[in-house]
């Protein structure tokens, strides 16, 4: 059965690249493009992983983050935050509401992104 992650990013170029790494290395991929879509395929789909990108239309990734952490159902869920917000107190804030791990998006290629998926969710 192959594991499921959902990427919630409103950048369709970035989105786009990341679901084709995804799908070449046979993940099951999951799209959203904005916080509420995020939240409802988190609750939908019950990913295996959540790739999250905290500069979203309407809901922040902050705001899925923290509606995340209050459910029981899906509070469980890994989340990498990937964002190019780089400040120590985004990336603490990033953490303390429940990210696994914090990627800014500058510093990580395609490719170094799909080892760090693979390696929470192996």
Same mark, same amino acid.
Not at 32 to 48: H, M, Y
Not at 73 to 97: A, H, M, R, T
């Given at each position: 059965?192959?594991?499921?992650?959902?990427?919630?990013?409103? =950048?369709? %170029?970035?989105?786009?690249?990341? *679901?084709?790494? /995804? &799908? +070449?290395? $046979?993940?099951?991929?999951?799209?959203?493009?904005?916080?509420?879509?995020?939240?409802?395929?988190?609750?939908?789909?019950?990913?295996?992983?959540?790739?999250?990108?905290?500069?979203?239309?309407?809901?922040?990734?902050?705001?899925?983050?923290?509606?995340?952490?209050? =459910?029981? %159902?899906?509070?469980?869920?890994? *989340?990498?935050? /990937? &964002? +190019?917000? $780089?400040?120590?107190?985004?990336?603490?804030?990033?953490?303390?509401?429940?990210?696994?791990?914090?990627?800014?998006?500058?510093?990580?290629?395609?490719?170094?992104?799909?080892?760090?998926?693979?390696?929470?969710?192996?």
């Amino acid at each position: 059965m192959a594991k499921k992650i959902l990427i919630v990013e409103d =950048d369709k %170029f970035l989105r786009e690249l990341i *679901v084709k790494k /995804l &799908s +070449n290395e $046979g993940y099951d991929v999951v799209e959203a493009v904005d916080g509420e879509q995020g939240i409802q395929k988190i609750k939908d789909t019950k990913p295996d992983l959540v790739l999250l990108d905290l500069i979203l239309p309407g809901i922040d990734g902050f705001g899925v983050l923290a509606q995340k952490r209050e =459910d029981p %159902f899906i509070s469980s869920i890994p *989340v990498i935050v /990937l &964002s +190019n917000l $780089g400040q120590k107190e985004d990336v603490d804030k990033g953490l303390s509401l429940g990210a696994t791990d914090y990627l800014i998006k500058a510093h990580f290629t395609p490719g170094e992104i799909i080892e760090k998926v693979r390696n929470i969710i192996k």
